[in-house]
């Protein structure tokens, strides 16, 4: 019985040692590993394809892909860019984000 108890509880301490390790997943696109992410204000340092300021954009993030531009009125965009050394042509996918519906609120980012 103690030797039954003692295997017991050896098994259960090793599947709870397997099972506290880390899942890192795994990463199809090569991203590059940040060491740190940051939520920015907009202190009219982002500009437009045409070097315009863009004042509607209030934060945005860096490091982490794709990256978040948080406008007035609860909506943002998720943007990924992709550069193609072979044409010189760079392409932005852009999603726009905006809360519909009479339950839908609508705050300003605030610093």
Sequence with gaps: MKHSTLSTAALLCAGLSVSAQYYIPPDFYNDMERQSYGIWPNAGQLT???GQAVPEVSFY???????????????????LAT????????TLRRLDITCVGTQANFPDPVV
Excluded at 61 to 78: V, W
Excluded at 83 to 90: G, H, K, Y
Aim: charged share 25%; proline share 3%.
């Design 61 to 79: 993030t860096t490091g982490a892909l794709p990256r978040a531009y948080f406008r007035k009125e609860g909506s943002f965009s998720l943007v």
């Design 83 to 90: 550069s193609d050394t072979l044409a010189n042509v760079d």
């Design 48 to 50: 437009n394809d045409l």
